[in-house]
């Protein structure tokens, strides 16, 4: 097996119908037009997304291993590096907690600190 074939996203966002509905899920393109009638969530779900990325919406649902190894056979290639998905919009929620929480805690500990200060002086100041 040779090197998987590499998509541009302007040519996924060419197959955007119900009769040729490719998608991205995990920097991977999916043709999905055969399945699309046998989705279990029905064909809505998928045409909201063709033609583009669907890696979020596509976990959010939560489907099973069975699902994510079915998807397999619907791998036609891999999107173009520079139309990855994670450089514009999508980070794992173990990613997205993480940098959150590390970001988060310097103002989280700067306004408890402050509501600490305030509470404090504001007792002191009306126990006179």
Known sequence: MGEP??????????????????????DKVYDVTKFIEEHPGGEDVILEQVGGYATEPFEDVGHSDAAHEQLDKYCIGVIAHEDKES??????????????????W?????????????GTLFIKYFRR
């Open 87 to 104: 450089k514009y919009k999508f980070t794992t929620s173990f990613s997205r907690t993480r940098e959150t929480s590390a970001a988060g």
């Open 5 to 26: 074939k590499v998509i541009s996203l302007k040519e996924v966002k060419k197959h955007n119908q119900k009769d040729d509905c490719w998608l991205v899920i995990h």
């Open 106 to 118: 310097p103002t989280i500990a700067a306004v408890a600190a402050s509501l600490l200060t305030v």
